[in-house]
């Protein structure tokens, strides 16, 4: 299969990236987005890069994607017209949500905007109860005459959620099939489908987003697949979710609520990957770019992954990559607040205008100004002489926004912008870490994304994060990720037992069903016997919490002592997850979970040899400030930084993606794989 | 100011965080479905002087609250007593409480042998003695039968858990297999802050830490009086009622004058009625905490909430009312009733001047239901305990949200699929109350009907509500909310008392509907497409609409 050109396409705000591999070799390139017509950004990239490599598009054999089209469309709630059947007596329950206002003192704030309107919510008369057990048949006549009434409201989704389908899911299905035969046109989501566990407010909702998405992304997909085919692409397009695995993109029309995440997603597999190829699989990753810090927790190799994830005001329950962001990226703005504080963000001046040193008419001062005030960027990568901008206008604004009202230099107002930002995104990296119980001295800090290297090795520090990695693909991790992520399909139901009445047999039979159903839909997409795994995992808690930790199940057949093994295994978790543990309490069973992963095969990331010496790496030496204090600092040009060569820092290590900022008394040395790992002093 | 501004809002990022990680290691690790789904609890971390420095955003009653329990603990204990692995527990409402299902857990956090900080958490028990299953009787006429009194006390010396003083609490509760799990939660939860806190200590040393949590209260002290000071001086003045106290006394007045006076506020409840037998007195901490809240809200929600916030309001409540009873008062609807009438005073009274800057009145109730008994599934004895949500105030500019918690609280729903599950109970109605809310340009939030019916066994049920016969007034020319009502349903449906104890059959059905909101400006001055846009929701009627509004159909 070596022959095959592997090509992963992958959308972000400003630049569409494609990475392509073929016959061991990477190649990278990137060309601007296209917002308003995302397919277009595509195919440019895809004519820019078989014009360059000069092949045929025919010969591409692979052509994964990652998508923010589900995620935009959540955001500016711009969805299809979508009607709710629930069970009857509880239409409501997706616009009551869970009761809480989303902040205790603001007068102003608002409850999310219902997915669906009340006016296109239906009941339907049926109930089971916690068992699954039919306590109201499901009124046929009824699903009929509503039947009518979608007909008459033209919708072209309809979402089904009924109490308890995750335990049984024949009335929802009986529903759909009644509706279908009344000839009502339209694309139906099942929750025992798309989310068949416990709690009818999450459910519905991840039901009603993926119901109001589907027609969506079924456009985005169509016409993305008829252009590409046009170009010569015989390849299958697959999609990237939220899980980190490659999906087709039948399945993602299927599922679009499970790839809100897909671009961010990449990202983590993309830096998974390549710090793994150097030996580091317990990593922290940054994911730093103009508006946003996106950060997660990678451990062993894999990376953490969620069940309750928001995406813009609504809680979305698939599994997604465990990823935390906050408000801080190049262009979030420093202000001071009406108590004399200085704060820094959410407020961004993204990428248009931008910061004030980009020279497009941004005013407010931002953590890319404050970077090029400290000589952490190079002036001449914005400045010039054809723009109305000098760094003296920067320099005037932050003198007069920042350091006058706080009575300090200039020099004093961007390190305190600086370590406020870098405050801000300490607190994220807590999160994902400590708060998760994990312990940051355990890990390593991969920076990418605009401007995560040039902040990575202060926050390490102060996190006591022993080292670095900064990936010499740093500026296209999301679209490499999309070439060495596995194909990735999750089963699950939730099966609310005392953990001591599973029977293993029962147990066994679940996770059968669910293997059987993984090996189908892998085998149908081509891939080897040999490819395949099947990872079985369960949710447990002590009987009477409210909240789940994930078990992974022995291999084999189950019998009592597997159960008694999964059992150990829980109260381990949980005294990691929160520092307690009580092995004599009784356990109960929530959810059972397979996953059935397509093994894809991954390149090798050598780059070729470029000889030469870290001396004459050094093309300039410039004043930085650390910490306040100006010291004068070689700068050294990233690619020119032979393999296996090491040195201290202070340095700046400047490339076409992004820039590295190295301390002083910091440890640096390039890897095989053009890596950049920064030992941080402790 | 010797600290830079830098390493301050360092450091209160710091502490914030802490709370929130104390926050939801409670949540996760809890066993009652009202902490672990609800999340009927608190977090915050108090310096060495025991004053608020951060706090985790849940229940608004509890977090002024709070530092009373801290004073209470250390009064009965102080630092000298105290030793590394020490924890005080307390719930008595006259001696630092707020009402005896709070439990409130206080640690003292250790530097050198000298106290630095202390994280404290409390939470709302779903039962704790007395006369009635999840201890929220609407009946009771003394605090002895509210439940279990617990005065400051050590739950754990030198890290270990005070036995007799567990059993103790144990022996006196319903269902003590939960008790047990929450408590122990909330030691974790302690844990955590002492952790983190002591973590912080060893990064910037204790005097720079010091120095700084002080600032940190200057400095939202100084926001306060900025925002106060831009409130015209005089004397602002409104008054309300609670319907009754469950004990036969009707229309009891909630009465507050507020003295704005340059950058401070001067507030009053003279006036308001002497404590009484029913349920419904609320301790001065309550007290204080809702009076704090309404004017954080008038201010800056940006504030950073901590004791600084509280310094330039000085609050009068005359002993021996409902607003500061004294014993042997029963309380516990003090904290989940009352509060909330003293919440709605104070913003009515903030209202009269600056109504662009507050919202009509809201729910103004919990509307607390309490089931016990045994499951029949298992022969074990429940306690279930929650509350309902209902409208939010219209605003300047907005409605009111429908179906949410106000004011004092912001707890979460139980998910019907965990309620049935947890408990022989079952949920067959829950919805939006069409016309219920308050009419206006900006029409007051929408309350709810949820109805709960008993399977298979009999079943004790407690109501503790509010605003059945006042109403939520409106505001700037705004109608008022609905009221609220609840019926036994069975074949026919009986009208129930706002507080009443009732043993139910099986199969019967209990029908609370909550309170809408009150609206906020002219009804006729209401966008035409608001109303027809209500109308296709069905959140009005077309009646409602002509009788209220400039509309015909």
């Given at each position: 299969m070596s022959e095959e050109r592997r090509v992963g396409v992958d959308?972000?705000?400003?630049f569409?990236d494609i990475v392509t591999i073929h016959d061991g070799t990477v190649n990278v390139s990137k ?14 990239g895809l004519?820019k890069v078989s014009?360059r490599d000069d092949f045929?598009?025919?010969e591409i054999g692979f052509l994964a994607?990652g ?168 390849a299958?397009?697959k999609?990237m979710?939220?899980?980190g695995g490659i ?18 997603a990449g990202g983590v597999q993309g830096a998974t990957y390549v710090s793994g190829l150097s030996g580091e699989s317990n990593l922290i990753t940054m994911d ?10 990678v451990?062993e190799g894999t990376p ?139 890990f390593g800090l991969v920076a990418f994304g605009g401007?995560g290297p040039?902040?990575a090795c ?8 022993p080292k670095v990695i900064v990936p010499r693909t740093a500026g296209v991790l999301s679209a490499l990720g999309l070439l060495i992520s596995d194909i ?43 490819a ?65 992963r397509g093994v894809v095969e991954t390149p090798d990331l050598r780059p070729a040899e470029t000889g030469g010496s870290v001396e004459a790496a050094v093309s ?15 700068i050294y040009d990233r690619d020119a930084l032979p393999i296996g060569s090491s040195f201290e820092g202070?340095a700046v290590v400047s490339g076409v993606e992004s820039t590295v900022?190295i301390?002083?008394?910091q440890r640096v040395s390039v890897d095989d794989f053009g890596s950049l790992h920064v030992e941080v002093?402790? | ?553």
């Amino acid at each position: 299969m070596s022959e095959e050109r592997r090509v992963g396409v992958d959308i972000g705000g400003t630049f569409t990236d494609i990475v392509t591999i073929h016959d061991g070799t990477v190649n990278v390139s990137k060309t601007p987005s296209t917002p308003s017509n995302p397919d277009e950004g595509v195919i440019n990239g895809l004519t820019k890069v078989s014009e360059r490599d000069d092949f045929d598009p025919s010969e591409i054999g692979f052509l994964a994607h990652g998508t923010t089209v589900a995620t935009n469309a959540v955001l500016e709630g711009e969805w299809a017209d979508t009607a709710l059947v629930t069970t009857e007596g509880f239409r409501d329950v997706l616009e009551i949500g869970r009761q809480a206002r989303p902040d205790i003192y603001d007068f102003q704030v608002e409850k999310p905007t219902p997915v669906v309107e009340r006016d296109r919510r239906y009941e339907v008369h049926e109930r089971l109860d916690e068992r699954g057990n039919v306590l109201t048949e499901l009124d046929e006549d009824g699903v009929r005459d509503l039947a009518a009434d979608l007909v008459e409201a033209d919708v072209d989704s309809v979402a089904i959620s009924l109490l308890y389908a995750f335990e049984d899911d024949s009335h929802e299905q009986r529903v759909r099939d009644i509706l279908a035969d009344e000839g009502l046109d339209a694309t139906y989501s099942l929750s025992s489908g798309v989310l068949p566990e416990i709690r009818e407010y999450e459910r519905t909702l991840t039901t009603a987003l993926n119901g109001s998405l589907k027609p969506v992304m079924d456009r985005y997909i169509g016409n993305l697949e008829s252009k590409v085919e046009a170009e010569g692409v015989g390849a299958e397009l697959k999609i990237m979710q939220s899980n980190g695995g490659i999906i087709t993109a039948d399945i993602a029309r299927e599922r679009p609520v499970n790839t809100l995440l897909s671009g961010p997603a990449g990202g983590v597999q993309g830096a998974t990957y390549v710090s793994g190829l150097s030996g580091e699989s317990n990593l922290i990753t940054m994911d730093m770019g103009g508006t946003s810090c996106d950060v997660s927790l990678v451990e062993e190799g894999t990376p953490l992954v969620s069940t309750d994830t928001e995406v813009g005001d609504y809680p979305v329950s698939v599994p997604t990559i465990d990823i935390h962001t906050v408000g801080a990226g190049g262009g979030s703005i420093a202000w001071i607040d009406a108590g004399g504080a200085l704060r820094v963000g959410p407020k961004s001046a993204g990428a248009d205008p931008g910061p004030i040193c980009y020279g497009r008419g941004g005013e407010r001062p931002t953590i890319t100004d404050a970077n090029l005030l400290l000589g952490r960027i190079d002036p001449g990568a914005f400045l010039s002489g054809e723009l109305d901008v000098e760094l003296e206008d920067v320099r005037r604004t932050v003198e007069e926004e920042i350091a006058d009202p706080l009575d300090m230099s200039v020099t004093e107002a961007a390190q305190g912008i600086l370590d406020v930002a870098n405050a801000n995104m300490a607190r994220a990296l807590r999160v994902v870490s400590v708060e998760r119980g994990y312990d940051p001295r355990e890990f390593g800090l991969v920076a990418f994304g605009g401007a995560g290297p040039l902040h990575a090795c202060k926050l390490a520090e102060e996190l006591d994060i022993p080292k670095v990695i900064v990936p010499r693909t740093a500026g296209v991790l999301s679209a490499l990720g999309l070439l060495i992520s596995d194909i990735l399909y999750d089963y699950s139901t939730s099966r609310v037992r005392p953990w001591a009445d599973v029977s293993p047999a029962d147990l066994h039979s679940q996770f059968d069903e669910f293997a059987a159903e993984g090996h189908e839909r892998l085998d149908s997409e081509d891939l080897d016997a040999d490819a395949m795994q099947f990872e079985r995992t369960v949710d447990l808690r002590y009987a009477g919490q409210a909240f789940e930790l994930s078990v992974s199940v022995p291999e084999g057949d189950l019998d009592a002592a597997a159960m008694e093994t999964i059992a150990e295994r829980f109260h381990e978790r949980h005294r990691q997850r929160y520092g307690h543990a009580y092995p004599e309490e009784p356990i109960e069973l929530v959810t059972i979970r397979l996953r059935a992963r397509g093994v894809v095969e991954t390149p090798d990331l050598r780059p070729a040899e470029t000889g030469g010496s870290v001396e004459a790496a050094v093309s300039d030496t410039r004043e930085v400030v650390y910490d306040g204090e100006p010291t004068e600092t070689p700068i050294y040009d990233r690619d020119a930084l032979p393999i296996g060569s090491s040195f201290e820092g202070p340095a700046v290590v400047s490339g076409v993606e992004s820039t590295v900022v190295i301390h002083p008394g910091q440890r640096v040395s390039v890897d095989d794989f053009g890596s950049l790992h920064v030992e941080v002093n402790q | 100011m010797s600290i830079d501004s830098v390493t301050l809002e360092v450091i209160r990022n710091a502490c914030i965080a802490i709370a929130e990680e104390m926050n939801a290691n409670l949540i996760r690790t809890g066993y009652s479905p009202n902490i672990k789904e609800r999340r009927d609890c608190s977090c915050a971390m108090f310096d060495a002087d025991a004053e608020l420095i951060s706090q985790a955003e849940n229940m608004p009653v509890h977090l002024g609250a709070m530092p009373f329990s801290v004073a209470a603990a250390i009064d009965r204990y102080p630092p000298e007593t105290l030793e590394e692995g020490d924890a005080i527990i307390l719930n008595d409402p006259f001696r630092g409480g707020a009402h005896l299902p709070d439990l409130t857990l206080v640690t003292p956090i250790f530097v050198d042998g000298d106290i630095v900080a202390y994280a404290a958490n409390r939470a709302h028990h779903a039962d704790i003695g007395g006369a009635r299953a999840g201890s929220v009787a609407a009946d009771s006429t003394e605090i002895y039968q509210e439940g279990l009194r617990i005065p400051p006390v050590k739950l754990f010396a030198g890290g270990e858990v005070n036995e007799p003083v567990m059993e103790m609490i144990l022996s006196n509760v319903r269902t003590p297999d939960e008790r047990r799990g929450d408590l122990r939660a909330q030691e974790a939860a302690n844990q955590t802050g002492k952790r983190r806190f002591t973590e912080l200590v060893e990064k910037y040393g204790v005097e720079t830490l010091t120095e700084a949590l002080a600032e940190i209260k200057d400095y939202s002290e100084r926001r306060m009086r900025s925002e106060i000071e831009s409130l015209p001086d005089g004397t602002y003045s409104f008054e309300d009622v609670l319907d009754d106290d469950g004990a036969g006394n009707e229309n009891l007045p909630v009465v507050v004058e507020l003295e704005v006076d340059g950058d401070s506020v001067h507030v009053d409840f003279e006036g308001t009625a002497p404590q009484t037998d029913g349920p419904i007195n609320a301790v001065f901490a309550v007290t204080a905490s809702a009076t704090y809240y309404a004017v954080r809200c008038v201010t800056d929600p940006d504030i950073p909430p901590n004791h600084g916030c509280y310094r330039p309001i000085d609050i009068h409540a005359p002993e021996g009312t409902i607003v500061n009873p004294t014993l042997p008062a029963a309380v516990v609807g003090g904290n989940l009733e009352t509060s909330q009438r003293v919440t709605d005073v104070v913003l009515g009274a903030f209202g009269n001047e600056v109504p662009e800057r507050v919202v009509a009145a809201g729910q103004g109730t919990m509307n607390n239901i309490t089931f016990g008994g045994t499951d029949p599934r298992d022969d074990s004895p429940y306690a279930f305990y929650e509350t309902q949500g209902g409208g939010f105030g219209g605003r300047a500019g907005k409605d009111g949200m429908d179906g949410v918690h106000v004011h004092m609280s912001n707890t979460m729903n139980t998910p019907i699929e965990v309620l049935e599950t947890a408990y022989p109970l079952r949920v067959t109605r829950y919805e939006l109350r069409q016309d219920s809310g308050g009419a206006g340009e900006f029409r007051g939030g929408l309350g709810l009907r949820r109805d709960i019916q008993v399977r298979d066994h009999h079943a004790t049920f407690s109501l503790l509500a509010e605003r059945h016969r006042s109403t939520p007034y409106g505001l700037a020319g705004g109608d008022s909310g609905g009221n609220g009502a609840a019926y036994l349903i069975d074949g026919d449906e009986e009208k129930l008392p706002e507080k009443s104890t009732h043993v139910l059959e099986p199969g019967e059905i209990v029908s609370v509907r909550t309170p809408g909101a009150g609206g906020y400006g002219d009804p006729d001055e209401r966008d035409p497409e608001a109303i027809a846009r209500d109308l296709r929701l069905g959140k009005v009627s077309s009646e409602f609409a002509r009788d209220h509004y400039d509309y015909e159909d």
